[in-house]
């Protein structure tokens, strides 16, 4: 099914589709994602293919498209989001909305986050087609409005969960941040998302003694707050493995060899050991705040507000957190780790929470994807299961029954690091290895599904 595919011509087709929706400018607020879902629903339309675009609200966009299978096993769903983030064209070298081709690259917002992977998704879906792909399963695309602000009550993948559940019911799900390399020690990993923690945004408030601020006292609630935070910022939350990052750390280690590397990657499996490789310092400044976050809750302080008048103690002082839970912890249990650092005295407001998510890697699926990685990459010396310490819409398929794989085949030069790129200035995808994506998504899809 793929030898007959002139692969150098999907590429070019796939960086048109790329450059084309990367000139829409579907930055959010206030999204304008139907320009993209219209753009789509030409392409497939023109292929023979019947998409949907459903209106989520003025402007907002989204599309379904299904390819039939004969039934004899449940769906695949692929799916992604075509809103953006501002740019600020000031300080980008190529303009955030051109779409240009420079130094072998497509330069754009939304390049890595993640019309890339749009595009890759409806090259899938154009080559099943013409290939006249003969599926046990049928395969469902996606791309969604308002990923990048929405939450729960968003116009994107929560408005279809709601509204339309039956159109992208699957048994997987592959979506975005992983399928790309990265370097352990020199040499070249994969990685495929399989975890995402939960989010819990709150506020927490000490009081004391309003008075002035000529007479100072004990009871001082910008000095409470102050010495809670303190606590927080010198112990952080308490050491867990979870299943993922278990899976995470004995691949990495394996691949990173009997290097310091490997033995640290080790010794994180226990929590002794964890907490004497954080406090050298060893996994450097990238790669340890990773790890940690992969093996801990986290409470990140990212506001504070305290004070109207210099002169006047003040009776509340407030820090706004943003907080990360763990698979296997809800929002309780999170919260009774927080209080147990930084107190019972202090109050505790959950402005927003999610359910952290994970999915097993012990699957023919996750095999296929790894088969398919190390057949195109036969330099790469691993395929890790790893842990995002962010959110994704995965979490809002998550009660439908759709378990998700970030799996989005990218092929990066070695001195590019690709989160790096989201959210970022001069934003931008290689050109060679999103074609080299397109066929190893494919080649998974119709292993998977034919």
Not at 99 to 121: C, S
Not at 175 to 196: C, D, L, W
């Amino acid at each position: 099914m793929t030898d007959s595919i002139h692969w150098p011509a999907v590429t070019a087709e796939v960086v048109r589709h790329l450059q084309a929706l990367l000139r829409l400018d579907t930055t959010n607020p206030p999204g304008n994602e139907l320009l993209a879902a219209e753009y789509l629903a030409g392409v497939l339309r023109a292929e023979g293919l019947e998409p949907q675009v459903l209106v989520s609200a003025p402007g907002r966009g989204n599309l379904v498209v299904r390819l039939m299978g004969n039934g004899q096993k449940p769906p695949l769903l692929l799916y992604s989001h075509t809103d953006v983030v501002p740019a600020e064209p000031e300080h980008w070298t190529h303009p955030p909305f051109a779409g240009e081709i420079a130094d072998g690259y497509v330069w754009g917002r939304g390049a890595a986050d993640m019309k890339d992977t749009v595009a890759e998704q409806l090259m899938v879906m154009l080559l099943l087609k013409r290939q006249g792909v003969r599926l046990e399963r049928d395969v469902i695309f996606a791309a969604a409005a308002d990923e990048e602000i929405g939450g729960a009550d968003g116009f994107g993948v929560p408005w279809l969960v709601k509204h339309h559940p039956g159109l992208i019911a699957a048994e997987f799900a592959l979506s975005e941040v992983g399928g790309y390399n990265m370097n352990f020690a020199g040499r070249p990993v994969y990685m495929v998302q399989v975890a995402e923690k939960g989010t819990v945004w709150l506020k927490v408030r000490a009081r004391g003694k309003p008075g002035h601020g000529s007479v100072p006292h004990g009871d001082n609630a910008v000095v409470h707050l102050a010495q809670a935070i303190d606590r927080l910022a010198a112990q952080g939350l308490p050491y867990h493995l979870t299943n993922a990052a278990s899976g995470f750390l004995a691949a990495a280690a394996a691949s990173a060899g009997d290097s310091p590397l490997g033995r640290a990657l080790l010794a994180l499996k226990t929590e002794a050991g964890a907490a004497q490789v954080f406090a050298s310092g060893a996994l450097g400044p990238d790669l340890g705040p990773f790890l940690y976050a992969m093996l801990h809750n986290t409470a990140t302080p990212t506001g504070l507000t305290a004070g109207l008048k210099t002169n006047v103690i003040p009776g509340v002082a407030e820090v706004v957190l943003d907080g990360r839970n763990l698979p296997g912890f809800d929002t309780a249990a999170f919260l009774a780790e927080l209080r147990a650092v930084m107190g019972d005295h202090l109050e505790y407001e959950v402005t927003l929470d999610s359910p952290p998510l994970e999915t097993p890697h012990h699957t023919p699926l996750f095999a296929l994807m790894a088969d398919a990685l190390r057949a195109h990459d036969p330099s790469a010396t691993a395929v890790i299961p790893y842990m995002m310490s962010g959110a994704t819409d995965a979490k809002y398929l998550a009660p439908l029954g759709v378990p998700t794989y970030g799996f989005a085949p990218l092929k990066l030069p070695p001195d590019m690091k690709f989160m790096e790129m989201f959210h970022a200035h001069d934003e931008r995808a290689p050109v060679d290895g999103l074609g080299w994506g397109v066929r190893v998504l494919y080649e998974v899809v119709v292993k998977h599904c034919a």
